[in-house]
């Protein structure tokens, strides 16, 4: 009982407080949502040329269209982004729905597997922001998720690839709740990769989460992306953290398989734009950076689907 009522307490604190602590300058905070510091670092391989694939030109275009509007809080405006993505992804060849709960609206696009298409994986972000345009957060992540499609739309895989723009996470993660306790057969689901802010690298040390908190079902997950990036000798160093404030964490409470990749955010590298005005598409975004890490996650994600 008392351990439910400390759950209950946590899970209260930590939906209200998203929106009201500067949670980089908070250390109980931190540890009061179980984040675990400090954290490893781990080097990844020397650099190897490869082919990039994923098109940061084309991300930098849409990341400013959809940062252009005041804010993704307001039902209007959020109508606005996900019309976006509905366009952009139909152009990609997605099957687009939207999926109502409560008070939110989820966006889902889809790519039926061809030989194996009840098993799905999960590519997620989240689609609101806080009191500001939200470039990094969560535009970066969003717009990343569909540069990622971009490619995944030019070949067919055995298993269906499923985007998911989840709306009211920072009020307290509630579209991912409701879709994931919606979802009918959760055995289908291989996993869930939840792309959050990943824009500012101001270290220039090519440092960023891939977020596991050591569940065992979710290391497959890491672990792939590990083998990617260093696979494919991409500059990034991956900053161990555990943290259950995004949209992966649903899927957990349904003990599906999830990481959540973003920038390093714990390990001193946060946006100092995170959650204010000054969040809007200019040079503190990384677009090199991002670039790697999409590459390391469309990698993983192939190797997931065929
Ligand atoms: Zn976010």
Redesign the pocket.
Known sequence: MKNLILATLLLTSSAFAHEEHDWRQDYSAYLSVRYELPMSYEKTASPRFFTKRVDMKFFKEKLTTLSSTSDRRTTENLDVARQFLKAEYEKLGFTVRFEPFGGGSNFVAEKLGTTQPQKVLILSS?IDSVRCKGAN??GT?TIGLLAVAQELSKQNYSYTVRILGFDK??IGLVGSDAYVASLKTKTDVIGNINF??MGVNSRQDGSFHVIDCDKASSVVISSKIRNSIANLGLPLTIVKACTDR?DHASFWRHNLPAVVISENFFGGDADPCYHAKCDIVDDRLDYNYMGNILEAVLDASEQFLR
Do not use: F, I, V
């Open positions: 989240h957060d969560n992540g996470e920072e959050e802010m995004s």
